[in-house]
Nanobody, 115 residues
Framework: QVQLVESGGGLVQPGGSLRLSCAAS????????MGWYRQAPGKQREMVAT???????NYGNSVKGRFTISRDDAQLTMSLQMNSLQPEDTAAYYC?????????WGRGTQVTVSS
C-alpha cells in the first residue's frame, strides 16, 4: 500500500517560514515524480511545486522566489521550504506522487499564516 505522509504544518506569522516534509517508500522515490499542492477553503487545489525523478523543479507563480522544493532519495523524504509566508498561503498542503496515469496523494498538513 502506497503511503505519502506529510508533516511540518502549523501556525506561523506573516513573513515567517515553515518546512514541510513528505515521507514515502523507496519505490515512490525511484519511479515517481513528486510535488506539493495546496487547497484553501472554497478554492480549487493548485500546484505549488513539483520535482521530477531527475530533480527538475517547477513552481506555481504565486510561490516563485519564496518556496523551494527538494528531495532526498537516500532519506526517502521530499521537502518544501516556505519563506516569506503570507496569509494567502493558508491552505491544506498535500504531497503528490505521479507516474504516468497513476497518482497518489497524502492526507495533507495544514498551514495557517496569521498574526
Amino acid at each position: 500500500q502506497v503511503q505519502l505522509v506529510e508533516s511540518g504544518g502549523g501556525l506561523v506569522q506573516p513573513g515567517g517560514s515553515l518546512r514541510l516534509s513528505c515521507a514515502a517508500s523507496e519505490d515512490i522515490f525511484r519511479f515517481y515524480d513528486m510535488g506539493w499542492y495546496r487547497q484553501a477553503p472554497g478554492k480549487q487545489r493548485e500546484m505549488v511545486a513539483t520535482i521530477s525523478r531527475s530533480g527538475v523543479t517547477n513552481y506555481g507563480n504565486s510561490v516563485k522566489g519564496r518556496f523551494t522544493i527538494s528531495r532526498d532519495d537516500a532519506q526517502l523524504t521530499m521537502s518544501l521550504q516556505m519563506n516569506s509566508l503570507q496569509p494567502e498561503d493558508t491552505a491544506a498542503y498535500y504531497c503528490n506522487a505521479v507516474k504516468w496515469a497513476t497518482v497518489y496523494w497524502g492526507r495533507g498538513t495544514q498551514v495557517t499564516v496569521s498574526s
